[in-house]
Every structure is written in structure tokens, then in C-alpha cells.
């Protein structure tokens, strides 16, 4: 059960602002879209099943297209060469759009400190959460989500027009 935003209650009526209310439809419908190229992969696969079921937070709509969701999970070791990959599904996901790096690979590199692998996704995209282990198990996968969720509920809708946006994506090379 979803809980109400901060507002005002009287005698048939609630209040409160629209940011709020799209806050919290948003985070309780996040499409996560996996981009899973090793083993932190199958941790998402346990993930997604019976037992830890991600569907809890309303997070069931897997999708394979980019223009479908708004969460891009990177899970796995990113070659340099996969680098390019990750930021054209990045650009071809509609605003608003998270990002969640999943084990030590994705977020660092992880043991792979080669001249094959990218040391970090956020080399290539910007990243909202980053979730550590090698692998993390499932619990941890669905602590990233939730605190997705937390940044999704008190994101302003007016956020992704800012020039503090705009200049973050600028630094990737974004427009
Ligand atoms: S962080 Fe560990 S488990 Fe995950 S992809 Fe890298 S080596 Fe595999």
C-alpha cells in the first residue's frame, strides 16, 4: 500500500502538490530495463523470481526497449567497447530516466582494473545509484530500487528543465 504524500486533510478532501502526486505514481510504476552482461545478471534473474519478487514495488514491467523505461539497470562487466552501447540505450530512453549501477563492475570496474574495461559506467552516463558487491545479492538489488524510488518520489517535476540538469547531461556530452 502506497502512502499518501505530505498535504492537507479535512472532511472529504486531500490536498497537496502535483509534484507529489507524480512522484508517487512514478516510483510505484518504474519499468526497469536490465542491461545485464555477466554474472551480477543472474543475481537479477533471483531478483525478479518468486522469492525476492521486485514486482512488490511495482517494478514487474521488465522491458527490452529503451523507449519503454524509465530505470536502466547496468549489471555486469561494461567493455570500453560496450561503452558507446550503453550511452545510445541511455539517449534512446525518454526523460524522465534513472540509472542504477549493480555490483562492482558497473559502478568501478570491479577487479577487472584492465585496459579492456570501463573503470565505472558513470565514464559514460550519469548515474543516480550504485549498488556494491560482487556480486550483491538480491536484497541489495532491491535496496538500489528503493532508493530509486526515494529520489524518484522527491524529484521535482521541474528538475529535468533545470540548468543543473542540463549541465550534467552537457558534461557527458549530452545535449
Ligand atoms: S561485480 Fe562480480 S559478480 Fe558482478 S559482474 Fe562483476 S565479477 Fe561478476
Same mark, same amino acid.
Not at 479535512?10 to 510505484?28: I, P, Y
Not at 545478471?41 to 525478479?48: D, S
Not at 536502466?72 to 530516466?97: C, D, F, H, S
Given at each position: 500500500?502506497?502512502?499518501? /504524500?505530505?498535504?492537507?486533510?479535512?472532511?472529504?478532501?486531500?490536498?497537496?502538490?502535483?509534484?507529489?502526486?507524480?512522484?508517487?505514481?512514478?516510483?510505484?510504476?518504474?519499468w526497469?530495463l536490465?542491461f545485464?552482461?555477466?554474472?551480477?545478471?543472474?543475481?537479477?534473474?533471483?531478483?525478479?523470481?518468486?522469492?525476492?519478487?521486485?514486482?512488490?514495488?511495482?517494478?514487474?514491467?521488465?522491458g527490452f526497449s529503451p523507449r519503454q523505461c524509465d530505470l536502466l539497470?547496468v549489471?555486469?562487466?561494461?567493455?570500453?567497447?560496450?561503452?558507446p552501447v550503453v550511452k545510445q540505450v541511455y539517449l534512446q530512453m525518454a526523460e524522465?530516466r534513472?540509472v542504477?549501477?549493480?555490483?562492482?563492475?558497473?559502478?568501478?570496474?570491479?577487479?577487472?582494473?584492465?585496459?579492456?574495461?570501463?573503470?565505472?559506467?558513470?565514464?559514460v552516463i /550519469?548515474?543516480?545509484?550504485?549498488?556494491?558487491?560482487?556480486?550483491?545479492? /538480491?536484497?541489495?538489488?532491491?535496496?538500489?530500487?528503493?532508493?530509486?524510488?526515494?529520489?524518484?518520489?522527491?524529484?521535482?517535476?521541474?528538475?529535468?528543465?533545470?540548468?543543473?540538469?542540463?549541465?550534467?547531461?552537457?558534461?557527458?556530452?549530452i545535449?
Amino acid at each position: 500500500m502506497a502512502e499518501l /504524500p505530505e498535504g492537507h486533510m479535512g472532511d472529504g478532501f486531500f490536498a497537496t502538490s502535483l509534484s507529489k502526486v507524480v512522484g508517487l505514481a512514478r516510483k510505484n510504476s518504474i519499468w526497469p530495463l536490465p542491461f545485464a552482461t555477466s554474472c551480477c545478471g543472474i543475481e537479477f534473474m533471483a531478483t525478479m523470481g518468486s522469492h525476492y519478487d521486485l514486482s512488490r514495488f511495482g517494478s514487474e514491467r521488465v522491458g527490452f526497449s529503451p523507449r519503454q523505461c524509465d530505470l536502466l539497470m547496468v549489471m555486469g562487466t561494461i567493455a570500453k567497447k560496450m561503452g558507446p552501447v550503453v550511452k545510445q540505450v541511455y539517449l534512446q530512453m525518454a526523460e524522465p530516466r534513472w540509472v542504477i549501477a549493480v555490483g562492482a563492475c558497473a559502478s568501478s570496474g570491479g577487479i577487472f582494473d584492465t585496459y579492456s574495461v570501463l573503470q565505472g559506467i558513470d565514464q559514460v552516463i /550519469p548515474v543516480d545509484v550504485y549498488v556494491p558487491g560482487c556480486p550483491p545479492r /538480491p536484497e541489495a538489488i532491491i535496496d538500489g530500487v528503493m532508493r530509486i524510488q526515494d529520489l524518484v518520489e522527491k524529484e521535482s517535476i521541474r528538475r529535468r528543465d533545470s540548468d543543473q540538469y542540463r549541465g550534467l547531461l552537457e558534461s557527458y556530452g549530452i545535449q
